[in-house]
């Protein structure tokens, strides 16, 4: 089993988002960085999966130097290589980062093998464009089932499984295929001491692909109006019970 | 002319299709509908699109994403078209995307917006909908996706016309199909569904502590949520996760206690009439999307809460 997971690197933001003063990014001078759960839950699988069938795990991201932190973290975990596509931070849309990422592919899989799975999130954190796995499985005319919530290689069958209306859809795809996964796919693991230390000298393979234009061009961010009030305190502690019970009692929901 | 994709449930258009149709009809000209699968011809009778196109094929019967994108693509007034607008359903966001490829056209996923143009100017959602972009959509054929609950549905009305039809597919369109289906469990106040949402995070403690939250939920009838850092921590299972990578809940009250309040929590809780925060922080980012708190030790506040409740129904 060789198995490709691709990340994208995010700013975590907290309670509040902070635009830069041009309204194209995020203000992240006080933000750490991660990636999707979508996205740590495609690296726990496709470690996993190597963990299970043997093989290679290998994880990719397409963006700034910055973003090795997520490769490290995914080999933290157990990933045994990266692919960096380096950019300067400028943000590529999923037409252009799937075109980056299947001439990377297209190159891996010449020097060491095809893959046999490639995992993406359903949809990256922040742009949420909700197609760059399901471009890249086209490009490279492989099946791809989206949204997985459960994925079991077994004797040359695939199974997975996607969540819809509380029950759940069943596929079977031959392989080699593309997936997009949800959280909730396993629960993955804390990288360990010795994990970290590992992940540090594992390989690292980089280069610096050419953005292309954008046909979906961004005009600027808006941070959603109405996000700021100011709560009406109902009490403290114990004592607000019966305020609290009053306030159920009015909207209706108590029988 | 836009085409607006229409999906079904046990014959009856669904509302976010119908929302969607409300933004294919604001982009001027004519809107016309696709319904896929059994059941179609009844449902297009209810859609007012100046004509609904029903794909009927026997391969129709279990979902399969790419024969979905091979009919968006081989619609028969095609060539007219210059939209292509569907609810952001997975469904139809996943078939959607495998049209937009098939075409060579970029896709925007969950539009609230669009003026027409070209460029056509838009506004979607970014992390869950904690951000908005507008941006400019520069094609001959905007593809969109429409965020459900944005918009208000177009009114049921009657087609000026019905074409029925039978999409040619390869085989190769139904090798992603479902193969089985495994229905819902029977019981219980879904998340998504509940009048009530009690969610539990990171200060409820471990998993024993989520009884206060469970006794509160129970004697109003609602549901139990929980946050990220509760799932991370093993103490509920993903499926009670409230957030934008978890459930979005749409209750007439939201009672959030322990939860700090971040950013991709609340993109679950949009929906919610009302948010009731119970915190020992007043400082907490809770505080400024809450339309009401307490501030207080929750494992003290829900069992009164519940103590007051039980008293009053004596
Ligand atoms: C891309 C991305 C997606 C994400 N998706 C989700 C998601 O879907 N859902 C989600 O929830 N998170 C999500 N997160 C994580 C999110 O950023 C937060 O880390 C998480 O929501 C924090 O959970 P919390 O509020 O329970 O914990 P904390 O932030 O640790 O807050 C705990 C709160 O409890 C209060 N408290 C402590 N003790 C008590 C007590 N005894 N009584 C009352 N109050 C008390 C504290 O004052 C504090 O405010 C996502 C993050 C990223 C980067
Ligand atoms: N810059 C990137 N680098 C690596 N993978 C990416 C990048 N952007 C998106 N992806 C992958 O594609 C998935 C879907 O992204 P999107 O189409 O933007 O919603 C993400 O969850 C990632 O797995």
Same mark, same amino acid.
């Given at each position: 089993?060789?198995?490709l997971?691709c990340?994208?690197?995010?700013?975590?933001?907290?309670?509040?988002?902070?635009?830069?003063?041009?309204?194209?990014a995020?203000?992240?001078?006080?933000?750490?960085?991660?990636?999707?759960?979508?996205?740590?839950?495609?690296?726990?699988?496709?470690?996993r999966l190597?963990?299970?069938?043997?093989?290679?795990?290998?994880?990719?991201?397409?963006g700034?130097?910055?973003?090795?932190?997520?490769?490290?973290?995914?080999?933290?975990?157990?990933?045994?290589?990266?692919?960096?596509?380096?950019?300067?931070?400028?943000?590529?849309?999923?037409?252009?980062?799937?075109?980056?990422?299947?001439?990377?592919?297209?190159?891996?899989?010449?020097?060491?093998?095809?893959?046999?799975?490639?995992?993406f999130?359903?949809?990256s954190?922040?742009?949420?464009?909700?197609?760059?796995?399901?471009?890249?499985?086209?490009?490279?005319?492989?099946?791809?089932?989206?949204?997985?919530?459960?994925?079991?290689?077994?004797?040359?069958?695939?199974?997975?499984?996607?969540?819809?209306?509380?029950?759940?859809?069943?596929?079977?795809?031959?392989?080699?295929?593309?997936?997009?996964?949800l959280?909730?796919?396993?629960?993955?693991?804390?990288?360990?001491?010795?994990?970290r230390?590992?992940?540090?000298?594992?390989?690292?393979?980089?280069?610096?692909?050419?953005?292309?234009?954008?046909?979906?061009?961004?005009?600027?961010?808006?941070?959603?109006?109405?996000?700021?009030?100011?709560?009406?305190?109902?009490?403290?502690?114990?004592?607000?019970?019966?305020?609290?019970?009053?306030?159920?009692?009015?909207?209706?929901?108590?029988? | 002319?836009?085409?607006?994709?229409?999906?079904?449930?046990?014959?009856?258009?669904?509302?976010?299709?119908?929302?969607?149709?409300?933004?294919?009809?604001?982009?001027?000209?004519?809107?016309?509908?696709?319904?896929i699968?059994p059941?179609?011809?009844?449902?297009?009778a209810?859609?007012?699109?100046?004509?609904?196109?029903?794909?009927?094929?026997?391969?129709l019967?279990?979902?399969?994403?790419?024969?979905?994108?091979?009919?968006?693509?081989?619609?028969?007034?095609?060539?007219? #078209? =210059?939209?292509i607008?569907?609810? *952001? @359903? &997975?469904?139809a966001?996943?078939?959607?995307?495998?049209? %937009?490829?098939? $075409? +060579?056209?970029?896709?925007?996923?969950?539009c609230?917006?669009?003026?027409?143009?070209?460029?056509?100017?838009?506004?979607?959602?970014?992390?869950?909908?904690?951000?908005?972009?507008?941006?400019r959509?520069?094609?001959?054929?905007?593809?969109?996706?429409?965020?459900?609950h944005?918009?208000?549905?177009?009114?049921?009305?009657?087609?000026?016309?019905?074409?029925?039809?039978?999409?040619?597919?390869?085989?190769?369109?139904l090798?992603?199909?479902?193969?089985?289906?495994?229905?819902?469990?029977?019981?219980?106040?879904s998340?998504?569904?509940?009048?009530?949402? #009690? =969610?539990?995070?990171?200060?409820? *403690? @471990? &998993?024993e502590?989520?009884?206060?939250?469970?006794?509160? %939920?129970?004697? $109003? +009838?609602?549901?139990?949520?929980?946050?990220?850092?509760?799932?991370?921590?093993?103490?509920?299972?993903?499926?009670?996760?409230?957030?934008?990578?978890g459930?979005?809940?749409?209750?007439?009250?939201?009672?959030?206690?322990?939860?700090s309040?971040?950013?991709?929590?609340?993109?679950g809780?949009?929906?919610?009439?009302?948010?009731?925060?119970?915190?020992?922080?007043?400082?907490?980012?809770?505080m400024?999307?809450?339309?009401?708190?307490?501030?207080?030790?929750?494992?003290?506040?829900?069992?009164?809460?519940?103590?007051?409740?039980?008293?009053?129904?004596?």
């Amino acid at each position: 089993m060789k198995a490709l997971v691709c990340v994208k690197r995010v700013p975590m933001t907290g309670g509040r988002i902070v635009l830069t003063d041009d309204e194209q990014a995020i203000e992240t001078k006080h933000l750490g960085f991660a990636i999707s759960p979508h996205e740590e839950c495609g690296v726990e699988e496709a470690v996993r999966l190597v963990e299970a069938h043997g093989g290679e795990s290998v994880v990719l991201t397409l963006g700034p130097p910055d973003a090795e932190e997520q490769l490290r973290d995914a080999m933290a975990i157990g990933a045994d290589r990266g692919i960096h596509l380096v950019t300067d931070g400028e943000e590529w849309d999923p037409e252009a980062t799937a075109g980056a990422i299947v001439a990377a592919v297209i190159a891996d899989e010449t020097a060491s093998g095809p893959f046999d799975l490639i995992l993406f999130g359903n949809e990256s954190a922040d742009s949420g464009g909700f197609q760059t796995g399901l471009r890249v499985a086209y490009a490279l005319g492989r099946p791809c089932a989206t949204g997985l919530k459960a994925v079991a290689v077994g004797d040359g069958s695939f199974r997975c499984e996607q969540e819809e209306g509380g029950g759940r859809n069943v596929y079977e795809l031959p392989l080699p295929a593309v997936v997009t996964v949800l959280e909730g796919l396993n629960l993955p693991r804390y990288p360990s001491v010795p994990g970290r230390m590992r992940a540090g000298r594992k390989p690292l393979e980089a280069s610096t692909p050419e953005r292309p234009a954008s046909r979906l061009e961004r005009a600027r961010l808006v941070v959603p109006a109405g996000e700021s009030k100011q709560a009406e305190i109902l009490g403290h502690g114990a004592d607000a019970a019966s305020a609290v019970v009053d306030l159920l009692e009015q909207i209706g929901v108590t029988s | 002319m836009n085409l607006c994709l229409v999906e079904h449930l046990d014959g009856v258009a669904t509302d976010a299709s119908l929302q969607a149709f409300t933004l294919a009809a604001g982009l001027g000209g004519e809107t016309h509908a696709l319904v896929i699968g059994p059941g179609g011809a009844e449902v297009a009778a209810t859609i007012p699109a100046a004509v609904v196109y029903v794909a009927e094929h026997d391969a129709l019967d279990a979902f399969a994403p790419d024969a979905w994108a091979a009919i968006l693509c081989a619609m028969p007034s095609r060539t007219g #078209v =210059t939209a292509i607008v569907a609810p *952001g @359903s &997975a469904r139809a966001t996943d078939a959607m995307a495998r049209a %937009a490829v098939r $075409l +060579g056209e970029p896709l925007a996923a969950n539009c609230i917006s669009a003026t027409p143009g070209n460029p056509l100017l838009l506004t979607r959602i970014r992390w869950g909908g904690s951000l908005l972009e507008e941006a400019r959509l520069h094609t001959d054929c905007a593809l969109l996706t429409v965020v459900p609950h944005t918009l208000p549905a177009v009114a049921p009305g009657s087609p000026g016309a019905v074409e029925r039809f039978t999409p040619e597919l390869a085989d190769a369109d139904l090798v992603v199909r479902v193969r089985e289906r495994v229905a819902p469990p029977a019981g219980g106040v879904s998340l998504t569904d509940a009048k009530v949402v #009690v =969610t539990g995070g990171r200060g409820v *403690g @471990s &998993a024993e502590g989520f009884v206060v939250v469970e006794e509160l %939920a129970g004697l $109003l +009838g609602g549901a139990v949520g929980c946050s990220r850092a509760v799932t991370m921590s093993g103490w509920r299972p993903h499926t009670d996760q409230v957030g934008q990578t978890g459930n979005k809940i749409a209750p007439e009250i939201y009672i959030a206690c322990g939860v700090s309040g971040a950013t991709q929590h609340i993109a679950g809780a949009k929906g919610a009439k009302r948010i009731l925060a119970v915190n020992t922080d007043p400082e907490a980012p809770i505080m400024s999307v809450a339309d009401y708190a307490v501030v207080g030790d929750l494992h003290e506040v829900l069992p009164a809460i519940s103590a007051e409740l039980r008293r009053r129904r004596g």
